[in-house]
């Protein structure tokens, strides 16, 4: 199981990006996958899921209005869309996969963990 994010970089504030999180060694169907944020000094923080079969979805309360999360089941890809970035967006943005069909924004609730990729919004 593999996970690998990408899409990040620097982005001037009211501006938008879309990660990628590109799943390999398993399909999406069976697995809920989530996103989370971990900025600098602050903890790890799970801010939207969604359930790789049914589609359904979770958001932070935090984020909801700006961040939007879809699958490509074709693709084995999950995206994340952040819009009107903030400075308080910035931080390294990371996907993991649980095992089950339940939403939940908790990182402990995770198995599988990719490596991040940085979102820095600045002018």
């Known amino acids: 199981v593999q996970l690998q994010a990408s899409g990040g970089g620097l982005v001037q504030p009211g501006g938008s990006v879309r990660l990628s999180c590109v799943a390999s060694g398993f399909t999406l169907d069976y697995y809920t996958i989530g996103w989370f944020r971990q900025a600098p000094g602050k903890k790890r923080e799970g801010v939207s899921c969604?359930?790789?079969?049914?589609?359904?979805?979770v958001y932070a309360d935090s984020v909801k209005g700006r961040f939007t999360i879809s699958k490509d089941n074709a693709e084995n890809t999950v995206y994340l869309r952040i819009d009107s970035l903030k400075p308080e967006d910035t931080a390294v943005y990371y996907c993991a996969a649980r095992y089950d069909e339940q939403l939940r924004l908790m990182p402990d609730e995770y198995d599988y963990w990719g490596r991040g990729t940085l979102v820095t919004v600045s002018s």
């Open positions: 969604i359930n790789g079969y049914k589609g359904t979805t």
